[in-house]
């Protein structure tokens, strides 16, 4: 356990600062039912990172950053104003439709670079393994402002999440979700270098559908979605040390099996309405 303890250490820290964030803003797009929507912003920052690489520029450079922040902005607006007058088109189904652009832009895009193959596999999986405690630090201050905001508008955003009756509607909706879906691309955009494009939409979707298997509340499914994300993140890191994985899909792996489990188990008990 000491020498887990040793050579996982930041891993670990920022997963612990990571994960929770994800949970929150997860919990709302579940509910909203716009599940490609995290995708899209990650792959989206994804592609923008590809671009600053093919470039000339670390992946973990300031230029890779603010382009793939830039490219996480557009798509979050792009998806708040996308809501209005698609007819009989679903919103699920443009957000789709950015997500296959954006995939398909960073291949295209990555094909041109000497290691291209290698920077797309590290973009999907991410090298938290080798995450730097200056990258832990700055991340967790970045969070931290997030959170803040977030709380602010927390009470609008999740009335429109439960479609409450006195949500918020028409531009003041706008602007409630352009500002939400803001913040998720300055998460996604921060944690897609260091976690990856797999990780990011796992934290994002894999706890908030396990707590929402049991739960119907919001509330309820804040307290039961954080323990799940952190623990599936423990010992996905644990599976990564003792069997030599790759540590993000290793995280996938185990949260997908834990979402399997907490689903079968629901076929025999009931749902709690809590």
Request: glycine fraction near 10%; hydrophobic fraction near 60%.
């Amino acid at each position: 356990m000491g020498a887990f303890l040793d050579l996982m250490r930041w891993p670990l820290i920022a997963s612990l600062v990571m994960s929770p964030i994800h949970c929150l803003f997860g919990l709302h797009i579940v509910r909203r039912g716009v599940i490609f929507i995290d995708l899209a912003v990650a792959q989206m920052a994804a592609l923008g990172m590809a671009i600053a690489v093919a470039s000339g520029h670390e992946a973990t450079s300031m230029q890779s950053y603010w382009l793939a922040l830039a490219f996480a902005l557009g798509t979050a607006l792009a998806i708040s104003l996308t809501r209005f007058r698609l007819g009989n088109v679903p919103h699920e189904a443009i957000i789709g439709i950015i997500f296959v652009l954006a995939s398909a832009l960073g291949i295209v895009v990555l094909e041109k670079s000497p290691h291209g193959p290698e920077e797309l596999r590290d973009i999907l999986g991410g090298s938290i393994f080798l995450v730097q405690p200056g990258d832990v630090q700055h991340t967790a201050i970045a969070y931290g402002i997030i959170l803040a905001v977030a709380l602010i508008i927390w009470r609008g955003a999740t009335a429109i999440s439960l479609g409450e009756e006195g949500a918020p509607t028409g531009l003041r909706r706008v602007a409630v979700d352009f500002v939400f879906y803001s913040l998720l691309a300055f998460v996604v955009a921060s944690s897609v270098k260091i976690a990856g494009v797999l990780v990011v939409f796992t934290w994002l979707v894999m706890p908030p559908v396990a707590a929402f298997l049991w739960v119907s509340k919001m509330r309820s499914a804040v307290w039961l979605s954080l323990p799940i994300g952190l623990a599936g993140t423990l010992i996905g890191m644990w599976v990564s040390y003792t069997y030599d994985w790759q540590t993000g899909p290793a995280i996938v792996v185990v949260l997908g099996a834990i979402v399997t489990i907490l689903y079968l188990a629901k076929l025999f008990l009931p749902v709690r309405e809590g």
